[in-house]
């Protein structure tokens, strides 16, 4: 069975960074992509970015790209998401999601998820 652990997250003043951890373990990572989504308050779950199973592509939300960087060390079992220049429409809870298609879109194609980790910009 596939886990997932978020962390890393916290409460930053606009314009901060943070950096995310997905720590994977039960299954070999370099088996799935690894998306980065998030949820604010009355909104829908959305993908903010995802990295291929091997690291070589990778996506970004229009909303994020420039600002938020995705990579991951299979080495370590670990995802990372790099976020600079946050704003307070950023706030949310991130989780991080496992899948083992290519990165895509749809919540139904992720077949493991963390708990979450709650990021709060605000001044």
């Known amino acids: 069975q596939l886990q997932l652990v978020e962390s890393g997250g916290g409460w930053v003043q606009p314009g901060g960074s943070l950096r995310l951890s997905c720590v994977v373990s039960?299954?070999?990572?370099?088996?799935?992509?690894i998306g980065w989504w998030r949820q604010a308050p009355g909104k829908e779950r959305e993908v903010v970015s995802c990295i291929s199973s091997r690291g070589e592509s990778t996506n970004y939300a229009d909303s994020v790209r420039d600002r938020f960087t995705i990579s991951r060390d299979n080495a370590k079992n670990t995802v990372y998401l790099q976020m600079n220049s946050l704003k307070p429409e950023d706030t949310a809870v991130y989780y991080c999601?496992?899948?083992?298609?290519?990165?895509?879109?749809?919540?139904?194609?992720?077949?493991?998820w963390g708990q979450g980790t709650q990021v709060t910009v605000s001044s």
């Open positions: 999601a496992a899948t083992q298609l290519s990165c895509g879109s749809s919540f139904y194609e992720y077949d493991y």
């Open positions: 039960g299954l070999t990572l370099d088996w799935y992509a």
